[in-house]
């Protein structure tokens, strides 16, 4: 079935409840790779119980609708769907622990053309349950890849935030676990594309592919790192598009260019000569 355009852009997401312990915190983390080197201590306190923080890119799997796209209804097929672009911007101190709410609606469905896909553009916000407070605003893109054609509109999309010409201000390589995808997902997202080889191929890939939101996170470990000394109170926000997917344990490597409070990025995998997120903004102070 394909897309009925009107039924999408007016899809009901549930809202979702979320209890977060400071195990999920840590776990996170974990899954994105801190803490390689047990003895660093800037990186220990985001997996350690004594004095924990919040990594600042946890905020995207906060409020996690799940694959509601997955429903027959929506006219997407799940098995040819990635991660087009991730965003998100921190209003408070992401919590450690805690009851948190998140909604999610659709804001977009463009029609790429027929063989080309479409994209399903989503917000969610995030709020601490007990006070109501806004913690964090999440922005998503969906990238259906076989569902193109369906006679949707082919805009508005957002224009691609611009990567200097320069040679990057700063260079910070990350190397991912092979078994990265498996962590990860146990932070919430268990789309078998990222754990099932047989899921995998028949969605065109050789072998399980890592979550674009890990990706994205690991390129947000690199600007914390780099950037803001592995302060998380000095990270506000970040947003990029995936243009790749990563393997899991491959090397990431995050080349950034710093202008005053903005720090534009892209990530490669050098390894293959691939940029896998590009047009990326994250804003610091």
Avoid at 17 to 28: H, I, N, P, S
Avoid at 102 to 122: F, N, S
Avoid at 175 to 194: C, E, K, V
Avoid at 195 to 206: N, V
């Amino acid at each position: 079935m394909p897309i009925n355009h009107e039924k999408l852009a007016n899809w009901n997401i549930p809202e979702v409840e979320q209890r977060l312990t400071r195990r999920d915190t840590m776990l996170y983390a974990l899954g994105v790779g801190l803490a390689a080197d047990p003895c660093d201590l800037a990186q220990l306190k985001f997996v350690y119980e004594e004095k924990l923080e919040a990594l600042p890119t946890m905020a995207i799997i906060l409020g996690y609708p799940g694959p509601w796209h997955a429903h027959p209804d929506t006219g997407i097929t799940r098995s040819h769907v990635v991660h087009g672009e991730q965003g998100f911007t921190l209003h408070r101190p992401l919590p450690v622990e805690g009851t948190v709410v998140g909604k999610t609606r659709v804001t977009g469905v463009v029609d790429k053309g027929q063989d080309k896909g479409a994209l399903v553009m989503t917000a969610c916000e995030v709020r601490d349950k007990a006070s109501g407070e806004l913690i964090c605003t999440l922005t998503s893109t969906t990238f259906c890849r076989a569902d193109g054609g369906f006679g949707g509109p082919s805009g508005p999309v957002k224009p691609a935030h611009p990567i200097p010409e320069t040679p990057p201000h700063k260079v910070c390589d990350l190397a991912t676990l092979p078994q990265a995808a498996l962590i990860y997902r146990l932070s919430g997202d268990y789309n078998p594309l990222h754990a099932d080889p047989a899921y995998a191929q028949k969605a065109g890939f050789r072998m399980p592919i890592l979550h674009g939101r890990c990706t994205f996170s690991v390129a947000g470990h690199a600007i914390l790192k780099t950037c803001c000394g592995y302060d998380p109170a000095r990270f506000k926000g970040m947003e990029g598009r995936f243009s790749s997917p990563v393997y899991p344990g491959e090397t990431i490597r995050t080349e950034m260019w710093q202008d005053g409070n903005v720090v534009s990025f892209r990530a490669t995998v050098p390894a293959r000569g691939v940029t896998v997120l590009n047009n990326g903004r994250a804003e610091i102070c």
